[in-house]
């Protein structure tokens, strides 16, 4: 079965709600205006239940089956957030606001999950009831952690849940998924070295944190080569480097180092954990200076259950074909926060094509409205087959 005819009649209105919100981007908690308006289309809707403010400004709508013989339910998620980019697209919807963008393409997640929302409270034609969950501060905020930490899962009775992004570079009308950790853990690091400053010409007075701080970012990247199992994955990189003193004279007396470490294995992400600490802390002794080291815990890795992996792929296959669905994908080593929510419950995250565009978190990358009746139909077929009306 291909796309919903209801949902490609819909594109057009779907894409107008989408580029209303690229015209309107807000940044991490900061979605007052996309929050409400999604809550006022889920009322417009008929939803049964539209509530707001859970994990800050996330909003979350209920719609009910025409029956409802098993208290099922399942959540469909998206986000909501925009990034501080510069938009470049020169689109006549381009943002109004000069330095944040629509540039992960979170608008057409809103868009195509509204797009859906709207059908099933037209048609309800399943069992149970349908949670659909609109996220905050994906970008780094972790909006997927506060939502579920206001009882986004418990609140609702949801038994399962899905996600989806989209993915440039995948052709318009296919889907990628794979099950099993699927996007990294995401930890980042300071580091604050220092040492004796003094002058330039005079190295043996002083104690040289740029030595040291070099000294620690070559050593750092034998956690990944020396430590680490050769076919695990681990990622170590070191991304800032800010010296006290911007002299051709001077030697600093602090240097401050950041950067990020990526893996999917909790014992690899502890390992990478300690062995940067020790390295760190004791090349700096060694030279005779001190290390400070601040570590950031960030998104846990997203791992697809696998039974919900495999029903995921079966839907995107029914509305797209077999031969444009990829249910082995490659991992990624970057960060979805919806990790916090298949912490606690099953469901699966799915990647739908974006076609031949910029790269997300580019400042010319634009969501492909000819994917909004692929996504929404995903979803709308996703509640029926799961939840078949009596
Ligand atoms: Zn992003
Ligand atoms: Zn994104």
New binding site residues.
Partial sequence: MPIKNRLAEMQPEIAAWRRDLHENPELMYDTHRTSATVAAKLREFGCDQVVEGIGRTGVVGVIKGKTDRHGHVVGLRA?MDALPILEATGLPYASKTPGKMHA???DG?TAMLLGAAKYLAETRNFDGAVAVIFQPA??GGAGGEAMVKDGLITRFGIKEIYGM?NAPGLPVGQFSIKPGPFYAATDNFTLHISGKGGHAAKPNAAVDTTVIACATVMALQTIVSRSADPLAALVVSVTAFRTESEAWNVIPERVELRGTVRSFDPAIRLMAEERLKAIVTHTALAMGGQAEVIWNPGYPSMINAEPETAIAAAIARKIAGDGAVNDNTPAIMGG?DFAYMLQVCPGAYIQIGNGDSAD?HHPEYNFNDEAIPFGASYWAELVEQRMPAA
Avoid: R, S, T
Wanted: proline share 0%; hydrophobic share 10%; charged share 40%.
């Fill in positions: 986000d992960c393409g979170h997640h994906e970008e992004h979805e997300v």
